[in-house]
T-cell receptor, first 114, second 111 residues
Framework: DVKVTQSSRYLVKRTGEKVFLECVQDMDHENMFWYRQDPGLGLRLIYFSYDVKMKEKGDIPEGYSVSREKKERFSLILESASTNQTSMYLC?????????????FGPGTRLTVT | GQQVMQIPQYQHVQEGEDFTTYCNSS?????IQWYKQRPGGHPVFLIQLVKSGEVKKQKRLTFQFGEAKKNSSLHITATQTTDVGTYFCAVASGGSYIPTFGRGTSLIVHP
């Protein structure tokens, strides 16, 4: 079974703090994704990566950056957290760089910025 | 990105009633995936449809892909409380490598 893990289930940070969210997958998947999920807005893609050190902006990249130094690990960085970044953050991975492959999601990190 | 509309946003049903959610696109799709997210959980892949007019079944769930490949539906027969959750479609068209998720339909089943 594919396993996608995220470093924290719940996180509380202060405005202006730098925040790191970590995601690890154990099935050698090429693709990794970061989404945020807000009520009524569904899943919105922040960034994705199709290979080590490669990254592409999704639909809402502003205020975020990412890092993929190893194939199994994809980090989301909030350089200076703001209250409007309070949300559920979901990491996902898929086998190949194609829309025809299912995505496996991690359990999510609920981030609160105060 | 790809525009996709999913309706309804919420659906309340009595246990035993049927349920349908729809996913509509203005452009022709190459494939559509369906996911289920239980309350407090994360999305889990259910199925993928690729062919025009395709119909797939998983027990009480029936998935259809429209003939024009612009819409899809997920139908649940005789809902149970275990069906509670949010159902998402994820679509891709043309040469896109990344699917776009709909906003989801939240199903509430009353016992």
């Amino acid at each position: 079974d594919v396993k996608v893990t995220q470093s924290s289930r719940y996180l509380v940070k202060r405005t202006g703090e730098k925040v790191f969210l970590e995601c690890v997958q154990d099935m050698d998947h090429e693709n990794m994704f970061w989404y945020r999920q807000d009520p009524g807005l569904g899943l919105r893609l922040i960034y994705f990566s199709y290979d080590v050190k490669m990254k592409e902006k999704g639909d809402i990249p502003e205020g975020y950056s990412v890092s993929r130094e190893k194939k199994e690990r994809f980090s989301l960085i909030l350089e200076s957290a703001s209250t409007n970044q309070t949300s559920m953050y979901l990491c996902a991975s898929s086998l190949f760089f194609s829309a025809h492959y299912e995505q496996y999601f991690g359990p999510g990190t609920r981030l609160t910025v105060t | 990105g790809q525009q996709v509309m999913q309706i309804p946003q919420y659906q309340h049903v009595q246990e035993g009633e049927d349920f349908t959610t729809y996913c509509n696109s203005s452009t022709t799709l190459s494939n559509i995936q369906w996911y289920k997210q239980r309350p407090g959980g994360h999305p889990v892949f259910l199925i993928q449809l690729v062919k025009s007019g395709e119909v797939k079944k998983q027990k009480r769930l029936t998935f259809q892909f429209g003939e024009a490949k612009k819409n899809s539906s997920l139908h649940i027969t005789a809902t149970q409380t275990t069906d509670v959750g949010t159902y998402f479609c994820a679509v891709a068209s043309g040469g896109s490598y990344i699917p776009t998720f709909g906003r989801g339909t939240s199903l509430i089943v009353h016992p």
